[in-house]
């Protein structure tokens, strides 16, 4: 099994930053893309940024310029750096990644449990 385990959401204050990682274990034999969504009360999960095997990203465009994603393969983690923080920012935070197990099989989507992050003064 895959397990994809999230830290570093909190509590800031608007302007402030926070650091997510994303640490994947377990039977892994390749990571592909992999990425961050969000989901605030009420509204549906949305894609916040993707990072592919080749290092190249996209963002949405409310983190363009804010957000940072960035991934370390040899320690199978994924880190958001979010700078500027805003409270249409507050949501829970999940990672997603996609994951094959051995070198002959396909590979499967993974999400961790999220991390909270709010932003209030």
């Known amino acids: 099994q895959v397990q994809l385990v999230e830290s570093g959401g909190g509590l800031v204050q608007p302007g402030g930053s926070l650091r997510l990682s994303c640490a994947a274990s377990?039977?892994?034999?390749?990571?592909?893309?992999m990425g961050w969504y969000r989901q605030a009360p009420g509204n549906e999960r949305e894609l916040v940024a993707i990072?592919?095997?080749?290092?190249?990203?996209n963002y949405a465009d409310s983190v363009k310029g804010r957000f940072t994603i960035s991934r370390d393969n040899a320690k199978n983690t994924m880190y958001l750096q979010m700078n500027s923080l805003a409270p249409e920012d507050t949501a829970v935070y999940y990672c997603?990644?996609?994951?094959?197990?051995?070198?002959?099989?396909?590979?499967?989507?993974?999400w961790g449990q999220g991390t909270q992050v709010t932003v209030s003064s």
């Open positions: 997603n990644a996609d994951v094959s197990r051995t070198w002959n099989s396909g590979s499967s989507y993974y």
């Open positions: 377990g039977s892994i034999f390749r990571i592909y893309t």
């Open positions: 990072i592919r095997s080749s290092g190249s990203t």
